[in-house]
């Protein structure tokens, strides 16, 4: 194979590794009515199902530098990929909650770390002067691989039932799992001392488990709370033993170095804030467009429209000088465009036709990409580091858990407001939107009183 074609492949590879995972999260946010619906779910059992989607993907970001230092990096994302498109058909032949948490952890063990590996293809596989054409090819998997999962789900969900969303997403996986054979070179890692131990990963993962179990408040843990009592116990031991084990390593899991980093903790929690409101619109959007009687095809048209608006911002943002100096600027714009969507889904709301949704939808778009990519080159451009680094990884890890508690943070409250105080779908799912506005003006703060954005 000459280099060019190789070059191609790989660039292919890794828009394809960034973009299967970003389909999956809208595909499987846009068809949850009809999964719920399919399985005779609730809400909250929803949000469980995507809270060990999760835990798994954590479990798989610790450990995919152990297992690629002991088995090399082409086995592993192999694997990676045969075991997620093996869990994701049986996902749809799943008949319950018990059996679809179980098919989801298998799911996200093996794709749990697909974008992570995105990532660290540009490394291992590129040179050094293309690095930033291999982040414009995960960028484009980012924006433009999703930007019809919306309308192709609603029209395979028309088709097939709930199980059509999983048939999807196989068929985006194969064309993943038939090129990494022809790109991966047979790469192993040598540096042994940075990877977390087991323990410590389990550890982590039960601890974002155990808060969201908590949170999404079900019944048999009000009627036994002493189950809640072992679950914390459990979760301290889990912790402690975690933490101890992980001193053993030469790089700690827990460097105070790390842990003190002023931009650790700003591009941690930036991240976290990013996840948890672009989640949630993606779970909102399906849910307040069926509650005022959309059918599937207008309520995809209206979340593909903001897909496309927001690859057109990716164009517009990478066709303009200031991204290189305007950090603070550009992230200011994506936060307030999301903001005020939200404020003009409420106020619009109901509208007599789907199109008075446009405009808040335009504005919304921007957030996708004037967040995330801007803080990504900001403060995730270290090429030259540990890969396994810990912020880049953190960061990555603290978004999978936001972007866990965004369904959770709206299926309980919509789910409360249904039942418990008698409220119609449309009127809990647009008060939702108020609080999202709240949570861009708590995300607009956060950003302007950072002095590590420039």
Not at 203 to 227: D, G, M
Not at 433 to 440: D, E, K, N, W, Y
Request: charged share 10%; with cysteine.
């Amino acid at each position: 194979m000459n280099k060019y074609k190789h070059r191609l492949l790989t660039l292919t590879l890794i828009m394809l590794c960034a973009g299967i995972e970003f389909f999956g999260v809208q595909a499987y946010a846009f068809a949850s009515q009809a999964i719920m619906s399919g399985l005779g779910l609730s809400r909250t059992q929803f949000a469980l199902a995507s809270t060990v989607y999760t835990v798994a993907c954590i479990l798989a970001i610790f450990q995919q530098q152990w297992l690629t230092e002991r088995f090399g990096y082409r086995k592993f994302l192999l694997y990676s990929l045969l075991l997620y498109l093996i869990a994701t058909l049986v996902c749809a032949q799943v008949v319950g909650l018990v059996s679809l948490c179980v098919a989801r952890i298998f799911q996200g063990l093996g794709g749990g770390a697909l974008f992570l590996s995105s990532r660290l293809m540009i490394n291992v596989l590129l040179e050094e002067k293309d690095f930033f054409t291999g982040i414009k090819w995960m960028s484009h998997g980012i924006l433009l691989v999703p930007v019809l999962a919306p309308l192709s789900t609603g029209w395979i969900v028309s088709l097939l039932g709930w199980q059509g969303m999983f048939y999807l997403l196989a068929l985006l996986i194969v064309p993943a799992l038939l090129l990494a054979p022809l790109t991966l070179k047979r790469y192993r890692p040598t540096d042994l001392s940075r990877g977390h131990s087991p323990i410590a990963a389990l550890a982590f993962a039960f601890a974002v488990f155990a808060l969201e179990f908590t949170i999404q408040e079900y019944v048999w843990l009000a009627e036994q709370p002493r189950w809640l009592h072992v679950l914390v116990l459990v979760m301290i031991v889990f912790g402690a033993l975690g933490f101890l084990y992980a001193q053993r390593d030469r790089v700690k899991w827990l460097e105070p170095g790390v842990i003190n980093s002023r931009a650790f903790l700003v591009g941690g929690l930036l991240t976290f804030m990013f996840y948890l409101l672009i989640v949630q619109f993606h779970y909102l959007m399906p849910v307040f467009a069926s509650s005022q009687g959309l059918s599937w095809q207008e309520s995809g048209g209206l979340i593909t429209l903001f897909n496309l608006c927001a690859y057109g911002c990716f164009h517009l943002y990478n066709r303009t000088k200031l991204h290189l100096t305007s950090t603070r600027a550009w992230t200011s714009i994506g936060a307030l465009g999301m903001g005020l969507g939200c404020l003009l889904m409420y106020a619009f709301a109901p509208a007599r036709h789907y199109a008075w949704y446009l405009l808040p939808l335009a504005l919304q778009s921007g957030f996708a990409v004037f967040v995330i990519i801007p803080l990504s080159i900001h403060m995730l451009r270290d090429f030259t580091g540990s890969f396994y680094s810990h912020g880049y990884r953190t960061r990555l890890i603290m978004g999978k858990v936001a972007a866990s508690l965004a369904i959770t943070a709206a299926a309980v409250p919509i789910q409360h407001r249904v039942s418990d105080m008698g409220m119609t779908l449309f009127a809990a799912t647009r008060e939702q939107f108020l609080v999202m506005t709240a949570l861009c003006a708590l995300f607009l703060l956060m950003i302007n009183i950072q002095r590590t954005l420039k």
